[in-house]
């Protein structure tokens, strides 16, 4: 079990409610913008602030970067929660109950995709979770990486995700993997502070 006063994910029912893209985006969108343009000029791709409907995430903004070749997924976009690093960012961080429920009612839809095995999902979770950040490799989009960070809001719950989407050809090495995966990290940060979110400091 988790401690809810000292972890930001949900203990509730992980799931949002249906105002819940507007309060967000009402609250966010100027902040938003601002560092979204950021993180694209620093990591030079496309970045994505994702939100939790239901058991999909929604494209709530995209800010284009200034390469020209470009993984295309536009706003309003709903797929899985569990299909690439944006989305897992915003499946790892529910509740215990919620991931439960997802992954042995969800994942056997016929409709669901990408395809997974339950235990490697969760396994992956638990990893995401600990690592504050989540990567894939070609998962829906082939031969492209996506990273993606939990952004959290006053009460300490997750609230959205932000990534981006890049081709395998612009990354150079493990290093410039590396690099934009603490560009993403700082853009989450920096959202869940506008957001109102205090990080504990560690002891």
């Known amino acids: 079990m988790h ?12 799931t949002f ?11 966010t969108f100027r902040i938003n913008r601002a560092s979204a343009q950021h993180l694209s000029y620093c990591t030079r791709e496309d970045s994505y602030l994702i939100i939790q409907v239901g058991d999909k995430g929604l494209v709530l903004d995209k800010t284009d970067g200034p390469n020209h070749l470009k993984v295309v997924e536009e706003f309003g ?4 929660l569990h299909c690439g690093a ?5 499946l790892a961080f529910q509740s215990d109950e919620y991931i439960r429920r997802y992954l042995y009612t969800r994942l056997n839809r016929p409709e669901a995709f990408p395809k997974a095995d339950p235990a490697e999902l969760a396994e992956e979770l638990r990893t995401i979770r600990e690592k504050g950040i989540a990567v894939s490799h070609g998962e829906y989009v082939p031969d492209a990486v996506g990273i993606g960070a939990p952004i959290y809001g006053i009460d300490g719950r997750i609230s959205a995700s932000v990534g981006i ?8 090495d493990d290093t410039h993997l590396l690099h934009l995966q603490e560009q993403v990290r700082h853009s989450a940060a920096e959202l869940s502070y506008y957001m109102g979110h205090t990080f504990k400091q560690e002891k």
């Open 3 to 14: 401690d809810t006063k000292s972890s930001p994910r949900d203990g509730t029912s992980g």
């Open 86 to 90: 944006i989305r897992k960012a915003l």
């Open 17 to 27: 409610k249906r105002s819940q893209p507007q309060i967000f985006h009402r609250r």
């Open 165 to 172: 989407i890049a081709p395998y050809s612009r990354i150079e």
């Open 77 to 80: 976009y709903e797929m899985d």
